[in-house]
């Protein structure tokens, strides 16, 4: 029977289609002595990719110091994601409505919605259930931090948040503390740990503490007159013990700003050939990239539940539901923009390419190698199934560098269903 059957096996493998991409054993043996070992992709434009060295160079080559500023303009004034409905030429943004009332008992603004899930019937129970939880909605300057978990010796978000929470610990938890020889701080859950230089204009985090003396607006005025420029607590409202802004989370939204040439042609409606790099590897590689294309490749990942393991970097198996790299991404878009600062006109200004994505979750700096992979393949002219193809492969060296982290902006997180509507770029 085995013999019978070798024969049709050997058809199989022989009319079995080849991937688009592959990575080749000589470049495997190359790999310790070449920091930038190519993947060898097979597909018709392969010779116009960039290798990871020039991608990088590309991504890194932008005036940045204007993005920077932008964000940190938006921090510094405090509207939160609400502040960047200018960039997209629209009178308001559509966030979730929120009516805070003020609570005469405890003096502080609390939505009515997680004011009724705070009162719910605790007849019963004891030990943690006793605990107030707060969640606390904050806006941070990427550039002034070295990312939001807290490390020794360095100047991160959690560690400046924590420290000024300390002050709100009950007197249980601070003689534990203090035995153990630690300062005193609290404890604050995100939703959504950033890298050193991401921004996030309305992150969310949350902290709890047995006293019950505590207040909103005693937490908000601490942490606000820590780094006012860098750092601004936006609001805090006292939530339900089963809150966890991490795994209660249904959406986030991330933006990613990238500045373009500043000698380069205006981008319209309509497609744009890419320039070519004089001098390079076959006297094609481009210099730019289409919009427009890399419009039409980020949208296929729209509507759609993948592995996105390709584009993650140091992914480990998480906790959350489902398999551990898998994303389903809401809504992705991209399109051009204008950067202006404050002594800037309106008819001038940086001209950028904004990318949106909206996804239940996302991997540690999947959305920098998304970002920097989609302006590859649109620069080498790829179908606009590039990224859907590269699901696929088998090496993370598939995909591009990750793309400088001035770019990124956490924006907002959702505990509601996604609605289209609340979208920057929409059709």
């Known amino acids: 029977m085995l013999a019978k059957l ?12 080849a991937p688009a991409v592959s990575f080749s054993t000589a ?36 005036p940045w110091s204007r993005v920077v500023d932008f964000y940190a303009e938006l921090v510094c004034t405090g509207a939160g994601a609400a502040g960047l409905a200018d960039l997209f030429g629209k009178d308001e943004i559509f966030l979730p409505q ?66 000024h929470l300390g002050q709100f610990v009950d007197e249980k938890k601070a003689k534990q503390l203090e035995a153990r ?10 939703a959504g740990r950033t890298d050193k230089g991401v921004t996030a204009l309305q992150q969310v985090c949350s902290f709890y503490t047995w006293r019950k003396d505590v207040k909103s607006r005693d937490i908000k005025d601490a942490i606000n ?16 013990r089963e809150f966890h802004p991490n795994f209660a989370a249904k959406w986030r939204r991330y933006l990613y700003i990238f500045p373009l040439d500043e000698d380069a042609k205006p981008i319209s409606g309509e497609e744009q050939p890419s320039k070519i790099l004089e001098g390079s590897e076959y006297n094609i590689k481009p210099q730019s990239f289409n919009v427009v294309k890399v419009d039409k490749i980020i949208r296929q990942l729209e509507g759609k539940s993948l592995s996105y393991k390709m584009f993650a970097r140091d992914t480990q198996a998480s906790r959350s539901v489902g398999p551990p790299t898998e994303c389903f991404m809401f809504h992705s878009r991209a399109s051009v923009v204008k950067l202006h600062s404050a002594d800037e006109n309106c008819e001038e ?30 620069a080498a002219g790829a179908e606009e199934d590039a990224l859907l193809n590269l699901m696929e492969a088998t090496c993370r060296r598939a995909t591009a560098p990750p793309a400088p982290p001035e770019g990124l902006c956490l924006v907002d997180v959702g505990y509601d269903d996604f609605n289209r509507q609340r979208c920057f770029i929409v059709d």
């Open 225 to 240: 007159k820590a780094t006012p420029d860098k750092l601004r607590l936006l609001h805090v409202s006292e939530v339900s």
């Open 349 to 378: 200004g940086m001209r950028a390419i904004c990318i949106e994505l909206v996804a239940n979750r996302f991997l540690r700096k999947m959305v920098r190698v998304l970002v920097a992979t989609a302006i590859r393949e649109a």
């Open 6 to 17: 070798r024969p049709l096996m050997a058809t199989a493998a022989r009319a079995k289609p």
């Open 27 to 62: 470049a495997a043996e190359a790999a310790e002595g070449d920091g930038h070992v190519q993947y060898n992709h097979t597909d018709a434009c392969h010779h116009l990719r960039w290798t990871a060295k020039e991608s990088y160079e590309y991504m890194y080559a932008r």
């Open 98 to 163: 929120i009516d805070y009332t003020l609570d005469a008992n405890r003096d502080d603004c609390t939505p009515p919605s997680e004011k009724q899930a705070s009162m719910k019937p605790s007849k019963d129970r004891g030990g943690r259930w006793e605990r107030v939880t707060f969640k606390i909605v904050l806006s941070y300057h990427g550039g002034s931090f070295d990312g939001w978990q807290k490390q020794p010796g360095l100047n991160t978000v959690q560690g400046l948040v924590e420290k």
């Open 181 to 190: 020889s630690l300062p005193i701080e609290g404890c604050a859950i995100v």
